[in-house]
């Protein structure tokens, strides 16, 4: 059984640019939630999507978008950096969306803006 | 407003000795409840969760966390800490939003 894996490993952009995380959910989940984690700090929710839909969604700007794949595979886009966008992205995945679901986390993409 | 505090920021143990972590929520309702370990460089684990029932809750690795709504608390614990052990643990409670506290970073003495 794979584990959820996340690509790249680390990244580095500019204020002002465009990127895409990736990640591979694990066998059998059909839900995917992704987390900022800032240096020092607890991860923090961005959103969740269950069977290609959003579902849920965290305090953050819109420019922070998603999507999910038939193979519940997912990605997340960020637009237009800002240098506080510098974090760890995690992205879980679970066998639902319900509360009560345990969520596998992947090892994060440092990302890292200049 | 809904939170997860985690008092302490850091906590250095010895190996062998005993070891709890404090976690508190703000909430209104009965939470879904977890407790996530984060070693360097790496994704978190969960240690265990806690939805309804025997508010005693066993988890891997030793880890055991009791559930007390009278004092908004779910602190985890350990009889014994391997050196191993060093992390950041992390509450979190579910919602439909995973909330997540600013962690405990541990220290392990030998």
């Known amino acids: 059984e794979t584990g959820v894996t996340q690509s790249p490993t680390h990244l580095i952009k500019t204020r002002g640019q465009q990127v895409t995380l990736r990640c591979s959910s694990q066998s059998g989940h059909n839900t995917v939630s992704w987390y900022q984690q800032a240096l020092g700090q607890g991860p923090q929710f961005i959103f969740q999507y269950y069977r290609e839909e959003e579902n849920g969604r965290g305090n953050f700007p819109p420019r922070f978008s998603g999507l999910q794949f038939p193979n519940y595979s997912s990605e997340l886009n960020v637009n237009a950096l800002e240098l506080d966008d510098s974090a760890l992205y995690l992205c879980?995945?679970?066998?639902?969306?319900?509360?009560?679901?345990?969520?596998?986390f992947g090892p994060g993409t440092r990302l890292t803006v200049l | 407003a809904q939170s997860v505090t985690q008092p302490d920021i850091h906590i250095t143990v010895s190996e062998g000795a005993s070891l709890e972590l404090r976690c508190n929520y703000s909430y209104g309702a009965t939470p879904y409840l977890f407790w996530y370990v984060q070693s360097p460089g790496q994704g978190l684990q969960l240690l265990l969760k806690?939805?309804?029932?025997?508010?005693l809750v066993q988890g891997i690795k030793g880890f055991e966390a009791e559930f007390k709504r009278s004092q908004s608390s779910f602190n985890l614990r350990k009889p014994s800490v391997h050196w191993s052990d060093a992390a950041e643990y992390f509450c979190a409670y579910n919602n439909n939003d995973m909330r997540f506290g600013a962690g405990t970073r541990l220290t392990v003495k030998p």
């Open positions: 879980a995945s679970s066998t639902s969306g319900a509360s009560t679901d345990t969520q596998y």
């Open positions: 806690y939805f309804s029932g025997d508010t």
